[in-house]
């Protein structure tokens, strides 16, 4: 209950947040909004310590799909991918269209230089699949951690 009730907070604020120059409200979109961030999950392992998002959420703009997640301690995991993404398996890299980042707080950031990403649906604007990767912090190439049993589902 308190997970989703701290997702339904963070969700809360970022409507807030695209809603705050807007001078009518369409409640069905904010409804749906919130039901979206509810019906989404991203988890994984990191470094062997399991990783689950207090929040997670999906957009599609500008023919990139990003998911995120993030927990009220300030770490966060992102996916991104191409929009036109269908069911099958992926390498993330750098130079890729498929890429993994992992934030431990503001000043410590990963980027996956190898893994997989496994689409096994995506129909009906919900998108999920598993993941893994090999990822080092760009300003300390000794700094690095794995990610492991990745697994998500959300709602676009």
Do not use: E, H
Request: net charge positive; with cysteine.
């Amino acid at each position: 209950m308190i997970r989703f009730a701290t997702g339904l907070f963070f969700s809360l604020l970022l409507i807030n947040g695209l809603l705050s120059s807007c001078t009518k409200v369409d409640t069905t979109k904010v409804t749906n909004a919130i039901n979206n961030v509810a019906s989404s999950s991203l988890t994984a392992n990191i470094s062997s310590a399991s990783w689950s998002a207090d929040a997670a959420s999906g957009v599609s703009k500008a023919g990139v799909i990003l998911i995120s997640g993030a927990q009220t301690n300030g770490t966060s995991l992102q996916i991104t991918m191409p929009a036109t993404i269908t069911p099958g398996s992926y390498a993330f890299g750098v130079g890729t269209a498929y890429n993994l980042a992992y934030s431990k707080n503001q000043a410590t950031n990963y980027v996956a230089g190898s893994g997989s990403l496994v689409i096994s649906s995506f129909a009906d604007s919900t998108i999920a699949g598993t993941f893994s990767g090999s990822m080092a912090n760009p300003l300390v190439s000794t700094d690095t951690l794995s990610v492991t049993s990745g697994k998500f589902s959300v709602k676009l």
